[in-house]
């Protein structure tokens, strides 16, 4: 099993009231758990968000806390509902309302990695499935929940950044012929999740380190985005997704050597939007 639900770095002063997270950074594949699937081990790493966590690893720096997932995306999916459970993985699930994560074998307990690839051979039983879900999936959300919780009893607002990649073949649908292709995507529910003005900053972010920001296409936030994201009551969610071609090798799983270049811009990236819940008063004056 995983060694950790989740590793939490936290800043030495509370600053800020984002809080970022990065749900499937997660890298600890349990040799039990390659022993079972079908997949070699480079093949089952192909949907994790390899090397997100590093990207972000500046935020404590910034008064922001930094929750990263211990167990890998393709052992447990916590950007999932621990509802969204799939009949045909998990023995004794019945078949409810159709779910098209579920369908496509992305429930909270991953049918299949990226390309559909299978990770296992048959089934696994309901009891390895609530085993995995109560162990790294329930602790990990209740720490992230307790955040976000603090945050708000903080600053009056909580602000959840909520950190993926994304394959550079992802954007191939939008991408225009004669214009940049996007290299970020923002997803906030097509704003159900957050207010505007907080997207906008946060695309300013990223737009003024000169990467090309788009919103909630193809990717509008999952499960994260939708549970926590409650501008109404002053705590909102936004899904970054970036290009893992920027940074990183996506057929060998490592660096690429533009990586130090990209965390460097990353790092400033981070000190922008922890600033965006910075109470005003903690705010620089602005130059004259």
Same mark, same amino acid.
């Given at each position: 099993?995983?060694?950790?639900?989740?590793?939490?770095?936290?800043p030495?002063? &509370?600053?800020?009231?984002?809080?970022?997270?990065?749900?499937?950074?997660?890298?600890?594949?349990?040799?039990?758990?390659l022993?079972?699937?079908?997949?070699?081990?480079?093949?089952?790493?192909?949907s994790?968000?390899?090397?997100?966590?590093?990207?972000?690893?500046?935020?404590?720096?910034?008064?922001?806390?930094?929750? &990263?997932?211990?167990?890998?995306?393709?052992?447990?999916?916590l950007?999932?509902?621990a509802? %969204?459970?799939?009949?045909?993985?998990i023995? $004794?699930?019945?078949?409810?309302?159709?779910?098209?994560? *579920?369908?496509?074998?992305?429930?909270?307990?991953?049918?299949? *990695?990226?390309?559909?690839?299978?990770?296992?051979?048959?089934?696994?039983?309901?009891?390895?499935?609530?085993?995995?879900? @109560?162990?790294?999936?329930?602790?990990?959300?209740?720490?992230?929940?307790? #955040?976000? @919780?603090?945050?708000?009893?903080?600053?009056?607002?909580?602000?959840?950044? @909520?950190?993926?990649?994304?394959?550079? %073949?992802?954007?191939?649908?939008?991408?225009?012929?004669? *214009?940049?292709?996007? %290299?970020?995507?923002?997803? @906030?529910?097509? $704003?159900?999740?957050?207010?505007?003005?907080?997207?906008?900053?946060? %695309?300013?972010?990223?737009?003024?380190?000169?990467?090309?920001?788009? &919103?909630?296409?193809?990717?509008?936030?999952?499960?994260?985005?939708?549970?926590?994201?409650?501008?109404?009551?002053?705590?909102h969610a *936004?899904?970054?997704?970036?290009?893992?071609?920027?940074?990183?090798?996506?057929?060998?799983?490592?660096?690429?050597g533009?990586?130090?270049?990209?965390?460097?811009?990353?790092?400033?990236?981070?000190?922008?939007?922890?600033?965006?819940?910075?109470?005003?008063? #903690?705010?620089?004056?602005?130059?004259?």
């Amino acid at each position: 099993m995983p060694k950790a639900a989740y590793h939490l770095s936290h800043p030495q002063r &509370r600053t800020t009231s984002v809080v970022f997270a990065s749900p499937h950074s997660g890298r600890d594949y349990p040799w039990s758990f390659l022993r079972r699937t079908n997949l070699d081990e480079h093949s089952v790493r192909s949907s994790e968000d390899a090397f997100v966590d590093q990207l972000f690893e500046p935020a404590p720096r910034y008064g922001a806390p930094l929750i &990263r997932a211990g167990a890998p995306r393709a052992f447990v999916d916590l950007n999932r509902s621990a509802d %969204e459970l799939d009949p045909a993985l998990i023995e $004794g699930v019945r078949r409810t309302g159709h779910n098209p994560r *579920v369908a496509s074998g992305l429930g909270v307990i991953p049918r299949v *990695v990226a390309n559909g690839q299978a990770i296992y051979t048959g089934k696994i039983s309901m009891a390895e499935a609530t085993r995995r879900i @109560d162990t790294y999936w329930r602790p990990y959300h209740e720490a992230l929940a307790a #955040q976000l @919780d603090q945050a708000h009893l903080m600053f009056g607002q909580a602000i959840l950044v @909520d950190c993926h990649s994304m394959p550079h %073949e992802a954007m191939d649908s939008v991408a225009r012929s004669g *214009v940049r292709r996007p %290299e970020v995507v923002l997803g @906030d529910r097509f $704003g159900a999740a957050a207010a505007p003005e907080i997207v906008d900053r946060v %695309e300013a972010a990223f737009s003024a380190a000169g990467l090309v920001v788009t &919103r909630n296409t193809p990717f509008a936030g999952a499960f994260v985005t939708q549970h926590y994201g409650r501008p109404s009551r002053g705590r909102h969610a *936004v899904q970054i997704e970036i290009d893992r071609a920027l940074y990183m090798n996506e057929q060998l799983i490592r660096p690429n050597g533009h990586f130090d270049t990209f965390r460097k811009i990353l790092d400033g990236i981070v000190a922008e939007i922890a600033a965006i819940g910075r109470p005003a008063a #903690q705010q620089p004056l602005a130059a004259e």
